[in-house]
């Protein structure tokens, strides 16, 4: 082969090397989960027009709340409107992809031709989908005993949250549920909304659990005496609902009347209008556990790196799922928004990177090739492969 032709060859299979520094994928990146955070990391991708995916299962964590408060704009919002306005605005932006389906499996794929890694996704029909990076807000879903009439109360007059449901209940008969340890912090939370108190500690008044609230707050007895707080030990067996206010309210519409009776196990009851829960939350998805994620608790570690990077590079979490423990939707927006500009800050570093890598490298090549063209094609060659 003449020199010149050997060059052009080597020149051109460099460059396209080179080009390939980044992986080719479907989309730049895949966005797990269409609530608040999702929604809010694939806004600020679309608005830079990185190429995304969302990918959503339809199992929102304020599925069965009436409205949504404390979202400034958007106070007494119903959820569902609210994502459906979401979703028609990013709509208009034609990098932005909705999939309405779950993702079953996630993987890390090495790239070995450009020694970098990338991830494959496989939806619930086998079908799968590549991207560079890759963000979690698949949420937390909540773990409520399964006492009759609970489930079907819950968001509608049951809340764990006085930011999102108390101000509707103010001045109302109001109880708290949740073991011994619960009460005191529950009861320093509404007590601004709520005086007359009945904390149903469902047979956890024991030795073992004043212990643990003790340990907590050694004057509980005495506090709960000053905010007048009955504490009611008998085992619940149901809540009945007699009253639903999302249809009865008070004249002017500000405050909900729901009405429940507790049933107890010895055959009596109690009334009440609302109440204040204290049960535990999990990760709704199993995706942080099959890409073995550091978590925090049961939260995904996005606070050990900033950027709400996890423990695997590439992967972010943001929304309820993360470990900013703020589980409220303006901290979905917020930690959405965060990571769609950390991703795509990382996603132009890497390109960068590429461009000048194979800017220096050409010339590079062509110095070393204007200098011993002709004498030592074979050290170039070997230079090139060695790359
Ligand atoms: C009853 C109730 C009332 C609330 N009211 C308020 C309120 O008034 N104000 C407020 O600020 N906060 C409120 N919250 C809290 C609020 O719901 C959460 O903070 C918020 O929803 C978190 O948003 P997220 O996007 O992280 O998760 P979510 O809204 O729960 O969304 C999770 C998303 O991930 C998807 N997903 C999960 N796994 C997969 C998978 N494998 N494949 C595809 N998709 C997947 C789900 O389908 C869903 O789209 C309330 C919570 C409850 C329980
Ligand atoms: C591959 O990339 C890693 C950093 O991500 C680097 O440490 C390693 O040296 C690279 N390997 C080669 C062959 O370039
Ligand atoms: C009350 O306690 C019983 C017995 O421990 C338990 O099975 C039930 O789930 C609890 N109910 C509530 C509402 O906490
Ligand atoms: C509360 O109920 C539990 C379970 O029934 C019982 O063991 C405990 O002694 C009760 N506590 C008090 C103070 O009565
Ligand atoms: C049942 O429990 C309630 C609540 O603790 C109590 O007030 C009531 O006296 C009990 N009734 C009977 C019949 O034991
Ligand atoms: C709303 O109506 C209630 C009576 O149902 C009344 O006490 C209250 O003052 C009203 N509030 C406003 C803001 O009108
Ligand atoms: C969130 O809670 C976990 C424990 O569940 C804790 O380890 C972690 O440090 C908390 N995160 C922050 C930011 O405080």
Redesign the pocket.
């Known amino acids: 082969m003449a020199p010149k032709s050997l060059f052009y060859t080597l020149f051109s299979s460099l460059t396209v090397a080179l080009a390939a520094s980044v992986p080719q994928t479907d989309y730049d990146v895949i966005v797990v989960g269409g609530g608040p955070a999702g929604l809010s990391v694939l806004s600020g991708l679309s608005r830079v027009r990185r190429k995304t995916a969302l990918f959503d299962s339809g199992e929102y964590r304020n599925s069965v709340t009436r409205n949504m408060h404390d979202v400034i704009g958007n106070d007494g919002t119903v959820p569902s409107e609210f994502r459906g306005k979401a979703r028609e605005q990013i709509s208009k932006y034609d990098t932005a992809t909705f999939i309405d389906k779950r993702v079953s499996a996630i993987t890390s794929i090495d790239d070995e031709a450009t020694n970098t890694s990338y991830f494959r996704a496989q939806d619930a029909d086998g079908q799968a989908y590549t991207a560079r990076k890759l963000v979690l807000g698949t949420g937390l879903v909540d773990l409520l005993p399964d006492t009759p009439g609970l489930q079907e109360a819950w968001g509608k007059g049951v809340y764990w949250c006085p930011w999102c449901d108390g101000f509707e209940h103010r001045d109302q008969p109001f109880g708290i549920l949740g073991t011994l340890p619960d009460v005191v912090g529950s009861v320093l939370e509404v007590s601004t909304l709520n005086k007359d108190i009945i904390a149903f500690v469902n047979g956890t008044d024991t030795p073992a659990y004043e212990a643990e609230l003790s340990a907590k707050y050694p004057n509980w007895e005495a506090q709960l005496a000053a905010y007048n707080v009955r504490l009611e030990n008998a085992t619940i067996a149901s809540f009945e609902r007699l009253q639903d206010g999302g249809e009865v309210k008070d004249r002017n519409g500000t405050r909900q009347l729901d009405i429940f009776r507790v049933h107890f196990t010895n055959g009596s009851f109690v009334d009440r209008n609302a109440f204040i829960t204290n049960y535990p939350s999990a990760q709704r998805s199993d995706l942080p556990d099959q890409l073995g994620l550091a978590m925090?608790?049961?939260?995904i570690d996005a606070?050990t790196n900033p950027g709400m990077r996890t423990s695997l590079a590439g992967v972010f979490a943001v929304g309820d799922c993360n470990?900013?423990?703020s589980t409220n939707v303006p901290h979905a927006m917020y930690s959405g928004k965060r990571a769609a500009v950390f991703a795509h800050v990382e996603m132009a570093r890497e390109e960068s990177n590429a461009a000048i890598d194979k800017r220096v490298d050409v010339e590079d090549m062509i110095k070393e090739t204007e200098k011993q063209v002709g004498d030592d094609m074979q050290r170039i060659y070997d230079r090139v492969v060695r790359r």
């Open positions: 925090l608790g049961n939260k606070t470990s900013d423990n």
